[in-house]
């Protein structure tokens, strides 16, 4: 079956220091792949996806993400967290051919003023 | 332009009783797709539509569970003699096509006492 894990349930972190979440896939063949953001009380929101090229994708508010395939990974990173980035991430993954959408089940990101 | 809506934003019911959630998406997005998050759970995916008909409906967690799509927009997902595990947010998202990142919306959160 396919399945999307994110490493950590909940990360804190202070103010400017670096982040890193955890995103692998469980199947092998060519992958859509995607991060969004909830913000607390808002809609998910797409922060960046990966469909071909590059595999080191940019986003919005300085997010990016690194896809491995040797190691199906798609890692989250931001070099300074804000306050503002209190959020939940989900990593999302989608298979080329098909049309059905699998999420992790999120990591919480608290950052600390 | 107008997002992904969703009606209503809160539903309170009685154990047995059905329900009927309704989701505007996007003008001009032919994919749509229905998600459930229980508290502290990923998204679980519960079925896709690509104009109107569903060729992924793998996700519904029993046949209390139907959904449909009319002219090739809005979609309603019914739940029949609600359960108390019924309880959860239920989103909806849609997509430009079946190729493309997803656009949430608020969400419905069902409450089954």
């Known amino acids: ?63 990016e993400a690194e896809f491995i395939k040797s190691k199906f990974s798609f890692n989250l990173r931001k070099p300074s967290v804000q306050w503002s980035d209190t959020a939940e991430y989900f990593c999302a993954v989608r298979r080329s051919y098909g049309q059905n959408f699998v999420f992790g089940p999120g990591t919480r990101l608290s950052v600390l003023p | 332009g107008a997002g992904v809506s969703q009606s209503p934003s809160n539903k309170v019911t009685e154990k047995g ?6 989701c505007d998406p996007i003008s001009g997005h032919t994919a749509l797709y229905w998600y459930r998050q229980s508290l502290g759970q990923g998204l679980e995916f519960l079925i896709y539509f690509q104009g109107n008909s569903a060729p992924d409906k793998s996700g519904l967690p029993s046949d209390r569970f139907s959904a449909e799509r009319t002219g090739g927009s809005v979609s309603t997902l019914t739940i029949q003699r609600t359960q108390q595990e019924d309880s959860a947010v239920y989103l909806c998202a849609s997509s430009l096509d079946g190729n493309y990142e997803q656009y949430f919306g608020p969400g419905t959160r069902l409450t089954v006492t």
């Open chain 1, 1 to 63: 079956a396919q399945s999307v894990s994110q490493h950590n349930h909940h990360v804190i972190l202070s103010e400017a220091a670096s982040l890193e979440l955890g995103c692998n896939y469980s199947y092998g063949g060519t992958v859509n792949l995607f991060w969004y953001v909830q913000y607390p009380g808002q809609h998910l929101q797409l922060l960046l996806k990966y469909f071909s090229g590059d595999p080191l994708v940019k986003g919005i508010k300085g997010f």
């Open chain 2, 17 to 22: 009783k059905d329900v009927e959630l309704r």
